[in-house]
């Protein structure tokens, strides 16, 4: 999981869980310091929760 601050909401975090990493497979910070005209690769995963209810998903789908 990225350390630090999370932008997934808390009705989201009940059935999505993240995954930021770079190519390396060494986890991505906030703040991590990146060198000027560097290229990172990075990996983001957003996995479903195997243990979801009905409950836990939206009612609508916000469109």
Not at 12 to 41: F, Q, S
Not at 43 to 62: F, H, N
């Amino acid at each position: 999981m990225l350390k630090g601050e999370s932008r997934i909401g808390e009705n989201e975090k009940k059935y999505i869980e993240y995954r930021v990493r770079y190519d390396n497979g060494a986890e991505l910070n906030i703040n991590d310091l990146l060198k000027a005209k560097k290229v990172k690769t990075v990996e983001v995963m957003l996995l479903y929760k195997d243990d979801i209810t009905e409950e836990d998903l939206p009612k609508t789908t916000g469109l």
